[in-house]
């Protein structure tokens, strides 16, 4: 399946944004296979966190000037809050930029692949745990419940995943949303 939604990726070339007004961001899914079974991982972001305090994130941030792309910037982070090795991760692709609502971020997610078991390492002053969610549960659970809201004057359409009581929300969701609306566009459930 590895090849496969590399080849999605791939035959779907994500839109990039150029917004300077915004801070460029970056951001990791990252996907492991268990039992024959893919699963993706989440962060649940620490109460200490400035921006998206406690919510449920894909691991990742800000660019750097150390950074030498998005894609190493989604890496450094995630080595950063979860000890992810930017050499065990393999990049299958990248979905659409996005802007986030609230914290002003232009976002750049990457899709990848990792082994499975890993010895993650948690900064805690970032990352409060992991969530493991299977992919075929989500997928199943696609299109989520939709809210539509009014923001600075604008329609705003806000998508909500729940897995085991954690609510997926924000442009998380909305990236989870694209990744799974392309796996089941390419690769329909049975």
Not at 115 to 122: G, H, T
């Amino acid at each position: 399946m590895e090849t496969l939604i590399q080849q999605i990726l791939q035959a779907n070339p994500p839109r990039e944004l150029s917004v300077p007004s915004r801070k460029s961001a970056a951001v990791l899914a990252p996907l492991y296979v268990h039992d024959g079974e893919y699963r993706i991982i989440f962060t649940k972001r620490s109460e200490r966190m400035y921006h998206h305090r406690g919510q449920i994130s894909f691991p990742g941030g800000g660019y750097e000037a150390c950074d030498t792309s998005l894609q190493e910037t989604a890496l450094r982070e995630s080595e950063e809050e979860i000890g992810l090795q930017p050499e065990d991760v393999t990049i299958l692709g990248q979905l659409d930029d996005l802007l986030t609502t609230g914290s002003n971020y232009l976002v750049r997610p990457f899709v990848g692949v990792i082994p499975y078991p890993y010895p993650f390492e948690l900064d805690r002053r970032e990352t409060a745990y992991l969530i493991e969610a299977p992919l075929q549960f989500l997928r199943q659970h696609n299109p989520p419940r939709q809210v539509t809201r009014e923001h600075d004057g604008r329609t705003v359409h806000s998508f909500f995943f729940d897995y085991e009581g954690h609510i997926i929300w924000g442009a998380t969701a909305k990236i989870l949303k694209q990744f799974l609306d392309l796996l089941d566009r390419h690769s329909p459930l049975a």
